[in-house]
């Protein structure tokens, strides 16, 4: 079977790698990167010389979008016309491009991303600088190819007159590679270049003196030089942009921050939704309204503050949190010898100068040519007038022109050129004047061939050409630098208090994770029962507290979480709230414990936390700070030995203070000793044994007392039996820690009392005694004896109709009216 040769079979790998490489290398070169000699990349170039071609230039009326559009995508750029508009748009942006190359008119887009308007609408022209960019391009000084048809030819490059990737920069992303090149001042650059030329070992240091960093279209402040060294270097770095911005006086005695300049492209319009969100959301305090007042006289954002606010603090959170402070990133990556190159300042500048130098030479080398030959033609015509006679005469005996021609050339020894020029000389000019003027400019292009030489033969003569070229580009088109270069870092201070308000409300927390803030006035309307809790669930802390203070949840695994009063979520005082388990992960047998709220989180004081399985610690409040995570995940206060292992009771004392700690285990045995014996250790430590346990027992509780009032405190304890009894305090003897301690339970063989629950007490108050069957018991102390230690009690709970004692609190005291 016959086969064709014309298909072979590749392995899909190999296919796929040459295809995408030759896309790779398209896209690099052709599409998404600028060159390094212009600054252009080929849609720009494209769109500047098609302009030009149809004499769309500045000193010529406006003409269609459209046209400009139509022209450049039929002989030269064969894609989409949107994204040719898109390119010649972002030309005419001044929010945009350092110096932009087109005038446009009609709406051309906006600093807060809005569109412009349809190409239909739109009128163009190139901007006078793009001459620039163009002139002298018909004289041969930048090579030009055939176009994607092969009708006409477009530049590889143009003879620009000025560093124009610098100047304007670029943004464009590509296969493999990417760019973000800041546009920079005109006057700064070319000074820089200047100095490059005339000391071309030049060092960056030196070359820093004149460009100091880049100069944005839309102003701002550049914070800190430490990441422009770097970036001009290498072509990395990193620097910050700081909206411009003043805090000014109003009515009232108020103050307002006026922003009239922002980071390079920043969206304003997002910029000014994202600080009244933070209002709205209440983020910070102090914000009263914001309001863009952009006008035809400058931007200009306006935030008004309330009165009190510190103004300076709230504009440093504002610089933390929006894009009033954005970072930018260098990364210079352009083609250079059909490359793409990462590329410093100096790489840049010496790029450019070759390409000027040879755009100078190739001009020149086009002016000498067609100076040398007007001068032969010029010198041919005055050697003719001078045999006039003989000339006219030699004419007339020709029979045609081509035969004129050649009697000349013979007869009078003329140069074809000359002979041309003679035969076509018309006899008006044949005048004594006329004659004169020949003369003339035989002398002045002497003059310019002598220059044009001198020019290509002198490399100083053809600096002094550069230079004063690059002269006259700075004195017509130079302009002062927008963007301020501040030695003053980005490191921003908030003071994280002064951006709140300083208002009273009352929080509630759960036992099982229901956190919630209210108004007092919603509080004091509800009533004493409606606190809006699920049923089963108990009030862990209730309390009026400041918007400034801060909370520590403690829960029985271990665990604290860290929540400011402020993050808390407002709610009516009937809401139920938010439940910790819409911000962080915890286990499902796991309950808040203990709430503490402190007003400064470098108080000097202690966590006291002792486990069931009979470990205990102290922990400093220094000890537990706030984690960068705090909003997502708890903090470690006490590390659990076991799965089974829980936190009987948190406590907060001060190191100065003497306590003592009395422990009871489910088995009734007792232990006392000085809360100084308990060591101070780290957050994820187990802690130290608290008392010598046996197998099966367990920590049911503790209770610090001041050591000064151990004999009046009492101890109210209650047994799994429903019996109640209370002892002093002081009846346990003080011994050292890790002791078995002394029982407090007469032992039983036969269904002996174990310790459900105990509370400590110093006067005579109304117990709780909650039960299995959720049904609660009053305890009047009064109404009991003080017993021994070897008693039971009396029995106070019926279990098999109210159900087992599992809690012991206090309810009010005897004596609250």
């Given at each position: 079977?016959a086969?064709?040769?014309?298909?072979?079979?590749?392995?899909?790998?190999?296919?796929?790698?040459?295809?995408?490489?030759?896309?790779?290398?398209?896209?690099?070169?052709?599409?998404?990167?600028?060159?390094?000699?212009?600054?252009?990349?080929?849609?720009?170039?494209?769109?500047?010389?098609?302009?030009?071609?149809?004499?769309n230039?500045?000193?010529?009326p406006?003409?269609?979008?459209a046209?400009?559009?139509?022209?450049?995508?039929?002989?030269?750029?064969?894609?989409?016309?949107?994204?040719?508009?898109?390119?010649?748009?972002?030309?005419?942006?001044?929010?945009?491009?350092?110096?932009?190359?087109?005038?446009?008119?009609?709406?051309?887009?906006?600093?807060?991303?809005?569109?412009?308007?349809?190409?239909?609408?739109?009128?163009?022209?190139?901007?006078?600088?793009?001459?620039?960019?163009?002139?002298?391009?018909?004289?041969?000084?930048?090579n030009?190819?055939?176009?994607?048809?092969?009708?006409?030819?477009?530049?590889?490059?143009?003879?620009?007159?000025?560093?124009?990737?610098?100047?304007n920069?670029?943004?464009?992303?590509?296969?493999?590679y990417?760019?973000?090149?800041?546009?920079?001042?005109?006057?700064?650059?070319?000074d820089?270049t200047?100095?490059?030329?005339?000391?071309?070992?030049?060092?960056?240091?030196?070359?820093?003196q004149?460009?100091?960093?880049?100069?944005?279209?839309?102003?701002?402040?550049?914070?800190?030089?430490?990441?422009?060294q770097?970036?001009?270097?290498?072509?990395r770095?990193?620097?910050?942009?700081r909206?411009?911005?003043?805090i000014?006086e109003?009515?009232?005695?108020?103050?307002?921050?006026?922003?009239?300049e922002?980071?390079?492209?920043?969206?304003?319009?997002?910029?000014?939704?994202?600080?009244?969100?933070?209002?709205l959301?209440?983020e910070i305090?102090?914000i009263?309204?914001?309001?863009d007042?952009?006008?035809?006289?400058?931007?200009?954002i306006?935030?008004?503050?309330?009165?009190?606010?510190?103004?300076?603090?709230?504009?440093?959170?504002?610089?933390?949190?929006?894009?009033?402070?954005?970072?930018?990133?260098?990364?210079m990556?352009?083609?250079?010898?059909?490359?793409?190159v990462?590329?410093?300042?100096?790489?840049?500048?010496?790029?450019?100068?070759?390409?000027?130098?040879?755009?100078?030479?190739?001009?020149?080398?086009?002016?000498?040519?067609?100076?040398?030959?007007?001068?032969?033609?010029?010198?041919?015509?005055i050697?003719?007038?001078?045999?006039?006679d003989?000339?006219?005469?030699?004419?007339?005996?020709?029979?045609?022109?081509?035969?004129?021609?050649?009697?000349?050339?013979?007869?009078?020894?003329?140069?074809?050129?000359q002979?041309?020029?003679?035969?076509?000389?018309?006899?008006?000019?044949?005048?004594n004047?006329?004659?004169?003027?020949?003369?003339?400019?035989q002398?002045?292009?002497?003059?310019?061939?002598?220059?044009?030489?001198?020019?290509?033969?002198?490399?100083k003569i053809?600096?002094?050409?550069?230079?004063?070229?690059?002269?006259?580009?700075?004195?017509?088109f130079?302009?002062?630098?927008?963007?301020?270069?501040?030695?003053?870092?980005?490191?921003?201070?908030?003071?994280?208090?002064?951006?709140?308000?300083?208002?009273?409300v009352?929080?509630?927390?759960?036992?099982?994770?229901?956190?919630?803030?209210?108004?007092?006035?919603?509080w004091?309307?509800s009533?004493?029962?409606?606190?809006?809790?699920?049923?089963?669930?108990?009030v862990v802390?209730e309390?009026?507290?400041?918007?400034?203070?801060?909370?520590?949840?403690?829960?029985?695994?271990g665990?604290v979480?860290?929540?400011?009063?402020?993050?808390?979520?407002?709610a009516?005082?009937?809401?139920?709230?938010?439940?910790?388990?819409?911000?962080?992960?915890?286990?499902?047998?796991?309950?808040i414990?203990?709430?503490?709220?402190?007003?400064?989180?470098?108080?000097?004081?202690?966590?006291?936390?002792?486990?069931t399985d009979?470990?205990?610690?102290?922990?400093?409040?220094?000890?537990l700070?706030?984690?960068?995570?705090?909003?997502?995940?708890a903090?470690?206060?006490?590390?659990?030995?076991?799965?089974?292992?829980?936190?009987?009771r948190?406590?907060?004392?001060?190191?100065?203070?003497?306590?003592?700690?009395?422990?009871?285990?489910?088995?009734?045995?007792?232990?006392?000793?000085?809360?100084?014996?308990?060591?101070?250790?780290?957050?994820?430590?187990?802690?130290?044994?608290?008392?010598?346990l046996?197998?099966?027992?367990?920590?049911?509780?503790?209770?610090?007392i001041?050591?000064?009032?151990?004999?009046?405190?009492?101890?109210?304890?209650?047994?799994?039996?429903?019996?109640?009894?209370?002892?002093?305090?002081?009846?346990?003897?003080?011994?050292?820690?890790?002791?078995?301690?002394?029982?407090?339970?007469?032992?039983l063989?036969?269904?002996?009392?174990?310790?459900?629950s105990?509370?400590?007490?110093?006067?005579?108050?109304?117990?709780?005694?909650?039960?299995?069957?959720?049904?609660?018991?009053?305890?009047?102390?009064?109404e009991?004896?003080?017993?021994?230690?070897?008693?039971?009690?009396?029995?106070?709970?019926?279990?098999?109709?109210?159900?087992?004692?599992?809690?012991?609190?206090?309810?009010?005291?005897?004596?609250?009216?």
């Amino acid at each position: 079977m016959a086969t064709n040769e014309r298909i072979r079979e590749m392995p899909l790998e190999q296919v796929m790698g040459e295809r995408f490489g030759r896309y790779s290398k398209y896209i690099i070169q052709e599409r998404a990167l600028p060159d390094i000699r212009d600054g252009l990349k080929p849609v720009q170039r494209r769109i500047l010389y098609a302009m030009y071609l149809d004499n769309n230039t500045y000193d010529k009326p406006f003409k269609k979008a459209a046209k400009a559009v139509g022209n450049i995508m039929g002989n030269f750029h064969p894609h989409g016309d949107s994204s040719i508009y898109g390119a010649l748009v972002h030309l005419s942006q001044d929010w945009k491009m350092r110096e932009t190359l087109i005038e446009m008119h009609g709406n051309n887009g906006s600093m807060d991303g809005d569109g412009p308007a349809a190409m239909r609408y739109t009128e163009s022209r190139l901007n006078k600088i793009s001459n620039m960019l163009l002139q002298d391009i018909d004289k041969d000084t930048v090579n030009m190819v055939l176009n994607f048809d092969d009708t006409e030819y477009e530049p590889t490059v143009l003879p620009v007159r000025f560093p124009n990737l610098l100047v304007n920069g670029s943004t464009g992303i590509s296969s493999g590679y990417a760019t973000e090149i800041p546009p920079h001042n005109l006057s700064e650059v070319i000074d820089a270049t200047i100095y490059l030329l005339k000391h071309p070992n030049a060092s960056l240091d030196e070359l820093m003196q004149f460009v100091k960093g880049p100069d944005f279209p839309t102003g701002a402040i550049v914070m800190g030089q430490k990441g422009l060294q770097e970036a001009y270097q290498t072509g990395r770095g990193r620097i910050q942009i700081r909206a411009k911005s003043v805090i000014q006086e109003i009515r009232g005695h108020r103050e307002e921050i006026v922003v009239t300049e922002i980071p390079f492209a920043v969206n304003k319009a997002l910029l000014v939704k994202k600080i009244d969100e933070i209002r709205l959301n209440k983020e910070i305090d102090g914000i009263a309204e914001v309001r863009d007042e952009t006008d035809r006289h400058g931007l200009s954002i306006v935030i008004e503050l309330k009165k009190g606010a510190d103004a300076q603090n709230i504009l440093n959170y504002l610089f933390k949190n929006t894009e009033l402070q954005v970072s930018y990133n260098f990364n210079m990556v352009a083609i250079d010898h059909m490359t793409p190159v990462q590329v410093g300042l100096q790489h840049i500048l010496t790029s450019y100068l070759e390409h000027e130098k040879d755009v100078v030479i190739k001009r020149t080398k086009y002016d000498l040519n067609k100076a040398e030959t007007r001068l032969e033609i010029i010198q041919g015509l005055i050697h003719a007038m001078d045999i006039l006679d003989e000339v006219i005469k030699a004419i007339r005996a020709s029979k045609n022109k081509a035969e004129a021609k050649k009697n000349l050339t013979a007869k009078f020894a003329f140069t074809s050129r000359q002979a041309e020029a003679i035969v076509s000389l018309q006899l008006y000019r044949l005048t004594n004047t006329d004659v004169n003027a020949l003369v003339a400019e035989q002398n002045d292009l002497k003059d310019k061939i002598s220059r044009y030489r001198a020019l290509l033969s002198d490399d100083k003569i053809l600096q002094k050409e550069i230079i004063k070229e690059l002269s006259t580009v700075k004195k017509e088109f130079g302009n002062p630098r927008r963007t301020e270069i501040s030695t003053e870092t980005a490191q921003i201070k908030i003071d994280e208090k002064a951006l709140l308000a300083d208002e009273q409300v009352r929080i509630l927390i759960s036992r099982d994770g229901y956190l919630k803030r209210s108004s007092l006035r919603s509080w004091q309307s509800s009533d004493d029962e409606d606190n809006g809790l699920p049923d089963g669930d108990q009030v862990v802390y209730e309390k009026t507290v400041s918007t400034l203070d801060n909370l520590y949840l403690f829960t029985n695994r271990g665990n604290v979480i860290y929540r400011p009063v402020n993050e808390l979520v407002e709610a009516k005082w009937k809401e139920t709230g938010q439940h910790l388990s819409q911000e962080i992960g915890l286990s499902s047998d796991e309950v808040i414990i203990r709430v503490f709220s402190f007003s400064k989180l470098d108080e000097d004081v202690n966590f006291v936390l002792a486990s069931t399985d009979g470990y205990i610690k102290q922990v400093k409040l220094k000890s537990l700070p706030p984690t960068r995570t705090y909003r997502s995940r708890a903090m470690v206060a006490m590390k659990m030995k076991g799965d089974t292992s829980t936190i009987v009771r948190v406590d907060l004392v001060k190191p100065n203070e003497k306590f003592e700690v009395i422990l009871f285990t489910h088995d009734a045995y007792a232990v006392r000793y000085d809360l100084s014996e308990v060591p101070e250790l780290g957050a994820k430590a187990l802690g130290v044994k608290s008392v010598n346990l046996k197998s099966d027992d367990f920590i049911v509780s503790y209770t610090l007392i001041p050591s000064n009032y151990i004999n009046l405190v009492r101890m109210g304890i209650v047994t799994q039996r429903g019996a109640f009894k209370q002892i002093k305090a002081d009846l346990i003897n003080k011994i050292s820690r890790a002791k078995r301690g002394v029982l407090v339970l007469r032992e039983l063989k036969s269904h002996p009392h174990k310790i459900a629950s105990l509370v400590s007490y110093g006067q005579e108050h109304v117990l709780v005694i909650t039960t299995s069957s959720k049904r609660q018991i009053m305890v009047k102390t009064n109404e009991f004896p003080l017993s021994d230690r070897y008693s039971n009690g009396s029995f106070v709970v019926d279990t098999t109709s109210d159900g087992v004692p599992i809690s012991l609190k206090l309810g009010r005291p005897l004596n609250y009216s």
